[in-house]
């Protein structure tokens, strides 16, 4: 039995990226180069702009592209650079994207999987407040 067929978010989370299994993502990212291009943006995010049935908008993936390359240049001032792997970049994607249609567009991301998967809307949750409040350091 595979777990990860049972989890609803991580469904969810991997339809943004119009994919049904998280090998298919890994298939297309694991070789690909972990340095940035020569215009500063991710090899990542040129291939994930290329998947079919994306459901991120490209401004929003450029936007946390870019997000992602100033946090680890940060993270590389005075000290021995590290780049992020394939995993740690979806990470931080799946992240933000969540927070980003909550906050941003005002739609809780919970009526969003609830229109994905509908078989899991049908069941009786009983679903606590979200907040849009920043979350304190």
Same mark, same amino acid.
């Given at each position: 039995? &595979? /777990?990860?067929? %049972?989890?609803?978010?991580?469904? $969810?989370?991997?339809?943004?990226?119009?994919?049904?299994? #998280?090998?298919? @993502?890994?298939?297309?990212?694991?070789?690909?180069?972990?340095?940035?291009?020569?215009?500063?943006?991710?090899?990542?995010?040129?291939?994930?702009?290329?998947?079919?049935?994306?459901?991120?908008?490209?401004?929003?993936?450029?936007?946390?592209?870019? &997000? /992602?390359?100033? %946090?680890?240049?940060?993270?590389? $001032?005075?000290?021995?650079?590290?780049?992020?792997?394939? #995993?740690?970049? @979806?990470?931080?994607?799946?992240?933000?994207?969540?927070?980003?249609?909550?906050?941003?567009?005002?739609?809780?991301?919970?009526?969003?999987?609830?229109?994905?998967?509908?078989?899991?809307?049908?069941?009786?949750?009983?679903?606590?407040?979200?907040?849009?409040?920043?979350?304190?350091?």
């Amino acid at each position: 039995m &595979n /777990i990860e067929k %049972y989890l609803v978010l991580n469904k $969810y989370l991997l339809s943004l990226f119009g994919v049904s299994d #998280f090998r298919d @993502l890994q298939g297309k990212l694991r070789d690909v180069s972990t340095n940035p291009d020569s215009e500063g943006r991710s090899h990542f995010v040129r291939i994930l702009q290329s998947f079919e049935n994306l459901k991120l908008s490209e401004d929003n993936l450029l936007g946390y592209d870019a &997000n /992602i390359q100033s %946090y680890v240049k940060r993270i590389n $001032y005075r000290r021995e650079p590290v780049s992020l792997k394939y #995993f740690q970049y @979806l990470a931080v994607i799946v992240s933000i994207e969540p927070q980003s249609q909550t906050i941003d567009k005002d739609y809780p991301a919970k009526l969003k999987l609830c229109e994905e998967f509908p078989a899991f809307s049908q069941r009786s949750i009983e679903w606590s407040p979200l907040s849009t409040s920043p979350v304190a350091p």
